[in-house]
Every structure is written in C-alpha cells, then in structure tokens.
C-alpha cells in the first residue's frame, strides 16, 4: 500500500500533474513492484506566498511524501528515489536539486483500508522486497 502526496507551487504544479502523476507510478511500479493499478496519488498546488522553499531551489521545488506499509529493503527504497530522480528530471526537466522526497513507513496494523487493520488484508502484491 502506498499514499502519495506532491506538494508544488500551483502555477508550476497544475500544468504538470500529470506526467508528473505518470512518472511517480512507474517508479513505485519498477521499484517496488506496486501493481499497476494501484496508484494513491493526492495533489497539493499552492499559492507562491503559502509554499515557502529553501534558497537555491526554483519555483519548480516539488515535495513528495511517500507513505507505505513497512517491509521494503533499503536497496529497494534507494532504487525508488533513484528512479523519482532521474525520471523527473528526464521527463519534466525538473533538476534533481528541486525535488524532495520523504518516504514514510509505517506497520500495516496502522492502516485502515477496506474496512480492516491493513494486516488483515489480502494483497495482490509483494510488500518485502
């Protein structure tokens, strides 16, 4: 299980969401081995003046969270941000020093999902790898 949020200034964010959308999936697909029909994917555009970034970044400074049931190896959490990475700046053109991205991990008792504690639920996908 995965829930995603993206974070970006409106003007910038609108206008990509998409691709940007597109993108994101692939990589939870190729690195985690997601199913391709699983995309949990939240959009927040904001106004200039209520998304305050480091210097150094461009308005093109996008924040992506990543919550997701616990289990994956690191070298399977470092291909995903390898992969955001490089498909973000290929596909979008966003320099990897506007992209920032956090992955939460949490057990899958803390979830409530179709009615049931995220454990008690059948996947129809890996979740340690």
């Not at 969270?65 to 994956?72: N, P, Q, T």
């Not at 690191?74 to 992955?103: H, M, N, P, W, Y």
């Amino acid at each position: 299980m995965g829930q995603i949020k993206i974070y970006g200034v409106k003007d910038r964010l609108n206008p990509m969401k998409e691709t940007l959308s597109a993108v994101i999936h692939s990589c939870m697909v190729d690195a985690l081995q997601f199913p391709t029909d699983k995309k949990f994917q939240r959009f927040f555009p904001l106004e200039k003046e209520d998304f305050y970034f480091p210097s150094g970044r461009t308005e093109a400074y996008t924040v992506i969270e990543i919550s997701m049931f616990e289990g994956r190896t690191v070298e399977a959490k470092k291909k995903l941000l390898k992969l955001l990475f490089e498909r973000i700046d290929t596909e979008l053109g966003i320099s990897s020093q506007d992209v920032e991205i956090t992955i939460f991990e949490t057990p899958k008792h803390n979830w409530g999902i179709r009615g049931l504690p995220g454990d008690e639920l059948a996947l129809n996908y890996k979740v340690n790898i």
